[in-house]
């Protein structure tokens, strides 16, 4: 018997010896090619690092135009030409990427070109203060008069000298219709845009300064002191004044979400304080209707303390009056005919007309209602779907999930969809100025957006009428945005530029194999444009990171969560402590997103925030009715006033209404939205410059009027 269990053991045991001998024969393989897999990615980041930290950089302030590999030769060489042509102070060299095979242009500036551009596009300096001191409109005659003006390199930044290249290229255009390999370019529109519209170019960026980002880097993504304190200076400096005016306005909403946090995290404890469930009811409406009060007021504080805090960077860079160098930028896919201005007399685009306008319009404003009332509809029957499944289902059921996952499928697509509806339709409405266009797409994605994101809680608020589900799906916006934002802005586009810059080396790696292992005759024909494969330059590597168009989603995002705040934070007092600390994620995410995962931007002229200040202060006169509205729903006056009937508290709250936009009102009257000092010193700046031009004038006098020796 013994025997027996002993030989059974022991086939048991063989067996598992031969069960695992068999499977691991059978992974063998796969565990083998995951080795090598493993083994691979090592030696590339290992290559990557090296040859990132060896790469040559250009030191020059250039931009970057990139052709497609649609673009011919031909087109190619008409192209830089025209440039040439057009723009005789551009100095344009080709530049091959022969480890992505596409061909570029290199576009750098001469003194002349900068000095002549900085008066054409009036930028404001800094003037020598024997001539009055302060910030004037340079010119190249008063050239002298301005401080460090000797060197004309050191004069102008690296993102203005790049923005005076940005400038004289969309200038170029043509004044009568021209082909070339079979494409046809017609006049009026900036020729670059024309390109890009047929398919000729792909980007158009200019180079990081690497010694600058550097010092930006350690500025501005390192050290914990900086959470609260963005170097608006720097950042304004490398990114131009309109990325800097989004952070200092992210910095001081930041500082401001304080009061609200505080506040509301108070309230939320006293909310829960109470034992009676009767009572607690009471004190539930007392902290709705406090907390709501509170911020309406705060939002119209937070906004006129903001107008004036703009008003003083504005002053700081110089651009609080400048008008015209902020707003009068044009918009290069313009299209327009050319004619005699009716001022100067010199050849330029000539204005649409209004009936054109019109006409326009009349395309434009039926298809955007339509896609509206589209994404609406869409919604709401997603509810109703939502509601009959709730209705004729348990919830544990697995089609109870299907609702939430069916919603955000919907909104995902309609956003996307309605995105490219409202830039196709910005960009027929034909506008003349870069700020119309702009100001034209924010509208319309801000109608959108709000419907996206707020009609889900005006639904449950007012329909449902259900404050727990509210109150949850608030905070469940609150938390998941910030993830989202997170995952979005910061973790994708670095994930992605790195593995771009890795597949980049790679292809460099092999290319300098090939070249090493034949003949230096046959190396010749790899690379892009017949060029053997050269180092690794500057252009080609940042050729393949994320481009940052504009601040427009950064905004939306701020909008969008600004009026979670006021709009329905009676119902949940954390919300504004929710928005503090994912504005403490968002300036980290923001700043290492632009220093580290993005082609630099061109750099923006910009006075203020522009639409946006509009956008804000209309959810907070939005918030007024709302958050009244919910009082009217979930405020149970019959507890407070048993005698009062459902038609004197509808009353109550429209004279409530009133008087909190009365309070608004005085508000912003009562605080002016320029500083004193403010206005004081542009008078002090401008008299000295009077009196220092009066000098001037009476010494060139004197001296013209003295007798000259024979």
């Known amino acids: ?71 011919s030769p031909v087109i190619q060489k008409w192209l830089r030409d025209k440039i040439e042509q057009e723009a005789p102070d551009l100095l344009v060299e080709s530049l091959p990427f022969p480890h992505r095979k596409r061909d570029a242009l290199l576009v750098g500036i001469s003194e002349e070109g900068l000095l002549m551009g900085a008066e054409e596009r009036m930028l404001e300096k800094k003037v020598k203060s024997e001539y009055g001191g302060g910030l004037r409109r340079f010119t190249v005659q008063d050239r002298e008069c301005f401080v460090d003006s000797e060197s004309v390199k050191g004069f102008f930044s690296t993102s203005e000298q790049q923005g005076m290249i940005a400038y004289f290229l969309t200038t170029i255009r043509l004044s009568e219709r021209e082909a070339c390999d079979g494409i046809t370019f017609n006049p009026g529109t900036a020729l670059l845009a024309m390109a890009q519209c047929k398919g000729l170019l792909g980007q158009v960026f200019p180079l990081h300064s690497k010694a600058e980002l550097e010092a930006l880097r350690n500025r501005w993504t390192k050290g914990k002191r900086l959470v609260f304190f963005q170097p608006l200076g720097e950042i304004r400096d490398y990114f131009g004044q309109k990325i800097s005016f989004y952070f200092a306005w992210l910095q001081f909403y930041c500082w401001s979400l304080i009061a609200p946090a505080i506040f509301g995290s108070i309230l939320y404890m006293t909310l829960y304080s109470s034992a009676s469930t009767q009572e607690e009811m009471k004190r539930e409406c007392l902290v709705a209707a406090t907390l709501s009060l509170f911020n309406v007021i705060w939002s119209s504080v937070f906004l006129e303390m903001w107008k004036r805090r703009s008003s003083e960077i504005a002053y700081s860079w110089g651009v609080l009056d400048s ?40 395309v434009t404003v039926p298809i955007m209602v339509l896609s509206l009332a589209v994404s609406i509809g869409a919604v709401l029957a997603t509810y109703q779907i939502r509601d009959y499944i709730e209705t004729n289902y348990s919830r544990d059921s697995y089609v109870a999930a299907l609702p939430q996952i069916l919603l955000s499928v919907v909104i995902v697509a309609l956003s996307i969809i309605y995105r490219k509806v409202a830039h196709w339709s910005t960009m027929y409405e034909n506008h003349r100025l870069k700020s119309d266009v702009d100001s034209s797409l924010i509208t319309k994605l801000l109608v959108f957006q709000f419907l996206n994101s707020f009609l889900t809680l005006f639904y449950i608020a007012f329909w449902r009428q259900d404050l727990d589900e509210l109150r949850t799906q608030l905070a469940a916006f609150l938390v998941t945005r910030q993830l989202v934002s997170i995952a979005k802005e910061t973790v994708l586009p670095f994930a992605k530029q790195y593995i771009k810059k890795m597949f980049l080396v790679e292809q460099f790696h092999k290319n300098k194999q090939i070249e090493d292992s034949v003949d230096q005759d046959d190396a010749e024909e790899f690379g892009a444009s017949g060029k053997a494969a050269s180092d690794l330059s500057a252009p080609e590597l940042e050729s393949v990171m994320g481009y940052y168009s504009d601040t427009v989603d950064d905004y939306m995002e701020m909008w969008i969560q600004f009026g979670y705040v006021v709009l ?103 605080i002016p939205d320029v ?33 000259t020796d024979l």
Not at 334 to 357: D, H, M, N, W
């Open 675 to 707: 500083p004193a000092w403010v206005t004081l010193e542009l008078a002090r700046t401008r008299h000295s410059q009077q009196e220092a031009l009066l000098r001037e004038w009476r010494s060139s006098q004197d001296r013209s009027s003295a007798p």
């Open 323 to 362: 008008k015209v160098q902020c707003d009068s930028e044009m918009n290069p896919f313009f299209k327009s005919t050319l004619g005699p201005c009716p001022v100067t007399g010199a050849i330029q685009l000539q204005p649409i007309g209004l009936v054109e306008r019109a006409k326009k319009h009349c």
């Open 1 to 71: 018997m013994d025997s027996w269990r002993r030989r059974i053991k022991r086939t048991q045991s063989e067996l598992r010896h031969r069960a695992l001998d068999n499977l691991w024969s059978t992974l063998r393989p796969t565990a083998n090619a995951v080795g090598r897999k493993v083994s691979k990615v090592h030696a590339g980041l290992n290559r990557y690092h090296s040859i990132m930290d060896s790469a040559v950089l250009d030191s020059s302030v250039s931009v970057v135009i990139v052709f497609k590999r649609k673009a």
């Open 568 to 670: 329905f934070s009676g119902a949940f007092p954390l919300a504004g402590a929710l928005a503090f600390v994912n504005n403490i994620f968002e300036m980290r995410t923001d700043s290492f997103k632009l220093s580290f995962s993005m082609q630099r931007p061109f750099a923006a002229d910009a006075q203020n925030i522009g639409v946006w200040q509009v956008a804000f202060e209309a959810l907070g006169y939005i918030a007024v009715a709302v958050n009244c509205a919910m009082l009217l729903v979930f405020g149970r006056f019959e507890q407070w006033l048993p005698g009062l009937s459902y038609v004197h508290v509808i009353i109550l709250l429209v004279v409530a209404d009133h008087v909190v936009l009365a309070i608004k009102a005085g508000i912003m009257h009562a």
